[in-house]
């Protein structure tokens, strides 16, 4: 995982620091220096309606497989709550099971929520709903160009 730091052109202040494995963000990836107000492009933040979404975004079978992790989990927590575990001692040996047990029943109830919101449609709006403010912040054609300045594929129908 590698990291990458952005400073400022204009006074060489650190804007920021993030792994390229972290989330998509979506919104105005143009932001200004907090010290000089210098604009910068800050690359974790994406223009839904340049970009697109992922076509992963709305996939079930990721969840699903980060479900049974979670059941996993829960189930070895459960079954460590009947062991004893060698070296730890007495007062610590409910730790590691309620670790697993926890960290599965997360797992799980987060994949049925994501899948929840697949298929109800809940996920579908919310990004319709990022793609109409995209598109509005690109109507502004300064802002369009101002993109395209730092190197974004801004369509011709925003440019006109």
């Not at 910068?40 to 497989?65: C, M, N, Q, W």
């Not at 996920?123 to 395209?148: G, H, I, N, P, W």
């Amino acid at each position: 995982m590698q990291e990458i730091e952005i400073r400022c052109k204009g006074c060489g202040k650190k804007l920021l620091k993030y792994s390229q494995s972290s989330f998509r963000k979506y919104g105005s990836p143009l932001k200004n220096c907090k010290k000089c107000g210098m604009r910068y492009a800050d690359p974790r933040y994406h223009e839904i309606a340049i970009e697109g979404v992922p076509k992963d975004t709305f996939s079930i079978s990721s969840y699903l497989i980060l479900m049974l992790l979670g059941a996993f989990l829960l189930y070895r927590g459960i079954h460590l709550f009947r062991m004893y575990q060698l070296g730890v001692p007495s007062g610590m040996q409910f730790l590691l099971p309620t670790v697993f047990a926890l960290g599965g029943i997360i797992l799980v109830f987060g994949g049925i929520w994501e899948i929840i919101t697949i298929v109800t449609g809940i996920k579908a709006k919310r990004f319709d709903k990022l793609r109409v403010e995209s598109e509005m912040r690109l109507m502004d054609r300064t802002y369009a160009y101002t993109l395209q300045d730092f190197g974004y594929p801004v369509p011709e129908k925003y440019l006109e």
